[in-house]
């Protein structure tokens, strides 16, 4: 089964990067972000007086929440998948060192 599975480490630490560098915070997404927040935020803040300023600072809330939690879970799986490539590398190590006789001093 593993023959079937062959992801190499360099495409995982690919995956990674791309993963992480999305949540970077000086990229288009990011700031995209960040400025949809903020303006909703302010547009909720000049609105206070109407029904409709409540109910934008609530979207202005759960959305800025989702968003933050989206990052976050973002960085975290880039971190998880170089941290998977990591492992595979040093298991194909030692299964290899194993066959060949290699032993650690």
């Given at each position: ?10 495409t ?15 990229t ?62 040093w ?13 650690e001093?």
């Amino acid at each position: 089964m593993g023959d079937k599975l062959g992801i190499s480490p360099a495409t995982l630490r690919g995956c990674g990067g791309a993963a992480s560098s999305i949540t970077d915070s000086e990229t288009e997404f990011s700031k995209s972000i960040t400025k949809a927040i903020k303006d909703t935020g302010d547009a909720a803040g000049t609105l206070t007086s109407w029904a409709f300023g409540t109910a934008l600072q609530s979207c202005h809330d759960d959305w800025g929440k989702a968003l933050k939690a989206m990052k976050t879970r973002l960085a975290k799986s880039g971190d998880l998948l170089r941290e998977t490539a990591n492992g595979h590398e040093w298991n194909d190590q030692k299964i290899y060192d194993t066959f060949t006789g290699v032993r650690e001093q």
